[in-house]
């Protein structure tokens, strides 16, 4: 079966930048999408279709591809940002849906 | 504004059948451009989608829960269901539903956008 392996962990100081990458065989064929999760909340998408961005979404937020990695940049990171970070991605098929395990931002 | 709500038990029984309802407000269910999804969040881990269902009753699921998964839609209700058969503590999490993107052609599924706030179900005796 397909995954998606996502750093448990990044740690940046504020103003600086944050990567956040997402590595899966499938990434080639298939569109990855990435969301912010804050505690107690739903998660919301922050980049579609590996990078583009939802209307309402600073431009800070920004998504690359390259092979089989797809990396979320958060530029200028202030403390709001601190959360729960998921790529999104599906099977070669396109019709079974996966996860990676989630990245944990912590604001220093 | 397109909100999604969840509804249903928050205590289930192991063994017994768990329950959702999803109910659709601000557009139609009846889209033929969206399908609609269930994805849960054990308490202090990551997303694991459950399955997605279209207005015509088009049904992706995850292969892990398929044997065990039943999502339905009722397009007069602008809702859509879960059911979970079966139960054990492991299926204890917060369950989201949320409006999927697609590709029609080859169906591709795509990102979720908006989602429901979450219920927690516990399974416990």
């Known amino acids: 079966s397909h995954e998606l392996t996502q750093p448990l962990s990044v740690s940046v100081s504020p103003g600086q930048t944050a990567r956040i990458t997402c590595f899966g065989d499938v990434m080639p064929k298939q569109y990855a999408h990435w969301y912010r999760q804050k505690p107690g909340q739903a998660p919301v998408v922050l980049i579609y279709k590996n990078s583009e961005r939802p209307s309402g979404i600073p431009e800070r937020f920004s998504g690359s591809s390259s092979g089989t990695t797809v990396t979320l940049t958060i530029s200028g990171v202030q403390a709001e940002d601190e959360a729960d970070y998921y790529c999104?991605?599906?099977?070669?098929?396109?019709?079974?849906?996966?996860f990676g395990g989630g990245t944990h931002l912590t604001v220093l | 504004q397109l909100q999604l709500q969840e509804s249903g038990p928050g205590l289930v029984k192991p063994s017994e059948t768990l329950s959702l309802t999803c109910t659709v407000s601000g557009d139609p269910i009846s889209s033929s451009d969206y399908y609609w999804g269930w994805i849960r969040q054990p308490p202090g881990k990551g997303l694991e989608w459950i399955g997605s269902?279209?207005?015509?009753?088009?049904?992706y699921y995850n292969p892990s829960l398929k044997s065990r998964v039943t999502i339905s839609v009722d397009t007069l209700k602008n809702q859509f269901s879960l059911n979970l058969k079966s139960v054990t503590a492991a299926d204890t999490a917060v369950y989201y539903c949320?409006?999927?993107?697609?590709?029609?052609?080859?169906?591709?599924?795509?990102?979720?956008?908006?989602w429901g706030q979450g219920t927690l179900v516990t399974v416990s005796s």
């Open positions: 269902i279209s207005y015509s009753w088009s049904t």
């Open positions: 949320a409006r999927q993107m697609v590709w029609p052609r080859p169906r591709l599924l795509y990102w979720f956008d908006p």
């Open positions: 999104q991605s599906s099977d070669s098929s396109g019709t079974s849906v996966i």
